[in-house]
């Protein structure tokens, strides 16, 4: 099958030696919901604005739809972008907005109309159509700026932080409808965001970047639950590190030497026997208990130092004694009476399965 959008060894270096993105690879597929996600500055919307065609790399080579666009101006490419400012005329109506470009197409005018119409229910803004854009709230201009961009139906949407405006109840609101949408006009999306909990939700498959590189690309769960790198693991979600050194396998078990201690890990990474590692654990793949807990393989003894309320669940952070490392354990607050098990200074074992764990080669 054909890709829809691919990148081979694209690198985009600015006149200041700015090197913004670092020789990047990978395909996408028609229909996906894509998302490029990475901290600010790392190259997210300079690698949309090369698919987009208004920036050339400097080296490397963009294809759509299986042939080489590096070379096509963007009004020829069958792409649209969304931008985070929306980019909307303000003094036009939500009407003219959408039309705008089919307009300039010079599309007879029913065909417009018809087209019109059939976004604006889409994007649930029937109704709307003579309002301006200044007496519009945010998400409104947000569906609008989404619109004027489906109405071409390019066969690959680019939209750069589209949900950036947005207060939090809003932004959650529009990830649902977003992928709604994109089920049913089966456009390729490609979506940047530097928020992870917004790339999780909504994505199909995600490229994480740092520094102009693709650090890893994967699923959601692939890259919640495995992370490739360090720094995948620290951007995305809360994790642990325990660095250690990799000591042979036993009953399909990795033993891993930390300062202090010994913990296993379910892992099917190729490493040699005195391998500098990391291990990887989420805060709420632990659990704690003042009792030493003979059920998991791992288990640490540690005291509990902080202790953060947030809602949903408890966090505690705990010094385990054996290496004087802090833990962070995230426990679901399941009683509604808020009854509080721990409490600061309490002794505790902080313990896991071998298989809630990943490795990372240092
Ligand atoms: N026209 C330009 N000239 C020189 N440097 C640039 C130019 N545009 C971007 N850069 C630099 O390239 C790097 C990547 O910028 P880019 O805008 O792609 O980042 P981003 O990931 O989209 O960040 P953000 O999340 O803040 O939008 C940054 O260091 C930026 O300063
Ligand atoms: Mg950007």
Redesign the pocket.
């Known amino acids: 099958m054909e890709h829809s959008v691919e990148l081979r060894n694209v690198t985009?270096v600015?006149?200041?030696d700015?090197v913004?993105?670092d020789n990047v690879s990978f395909a996408i597929k028609p229909g996906e919901f894509f998302s490029l996600l990475?901290?600010?500055?790392?190259?997210?919307?300079?690698?949309?604005?090369m698919i987009a065609g208004f920036e050339k790399p400097s080296s490397g080579t963009v294809l759509l739809n299986g042939k080489d666009i590096t070379d096509t101006p963007p009004y020829k490419r069958d792409v649209n972008m969304v931008f985070?400012s929306y980019a909307l005329f303000p003094h036009m109506t939500v009407y003219n907005n959408i039309a705008y470009g089919l307009k300039m197409k010079h599309v007879p005018k029913p065909k417009i109309v018809e087209a019109v119409n059939d976004v604006l229910q889409k994007v649930k803004l029937t109704g709307l159509e003579k309002r301006r854009i200044t007496q519009l709230s945010g998400g409104q201009q947000q569906r609008v700026a989404l619109a004027r961009a489906l109405v071409n139906h390019p066969a690959v949407l680019l939209l750069?932080?589209p949900l950036g405006a947005l207060d939090q109840k809003l932004r959650e609101q529009m990830q649902i409808e977003l992928v709604n949408l994109q089920e049913q006009v089966k456009i390729t999306f490609v979506f940047?965001t530097?928020d992870q909990r917004e790339s999780l939700t909504i994505s199909d498959r995600i490229a994480v970047?740092n520094n102009?590189n693709v650090e890893q690309l994967g699923s959601p769960k692939e890259i919640y639950e495995f992370p490739a790198t360090r720094f995948v693991a620290d951007f995305i979600g809360t994790s642990n590190f325990l660095t250690g050194i990799y000591r042979g396998e036993e009953n399909g078990l990795k033993r891993i030497v930390i300062p202090g201690a010994e913990v296993w890990v379910e892992s099917p990474q190729e490493i040699e026997t005195g391998e500098h590692v990391t291990v990887v654990i989420r805060p709420e793949k632990l659990s704690i208990s003042k009792e030493p807990n003979d059920i998991e393989l791992n288990s640490l003894q540690g005291v509990i130092e902080e202790i953060i309320y947030v809602g949903t669940d408890t966090r505690y952070f705990v010094r385990i004694l054996a290496n004087d490392m802090v833990l962070q354990v995230f426990a679901q607050n399941v009683l509604h009476t808020a009854k509080q098990r721990f409490t600061w200074f309490d002794q505790v074992y902080v313990s896991w399965d071998p298989g809630s764990t990943s490795l990372i080669k240092e």
């Open positions: 985009k600015f006149d200041d700015t913004a993105v990475g901290p600010s500055g790392c190259g997210k919307t300079t690698l949309l604005r985070q750069d932080e940047v530097h970047m102009g």
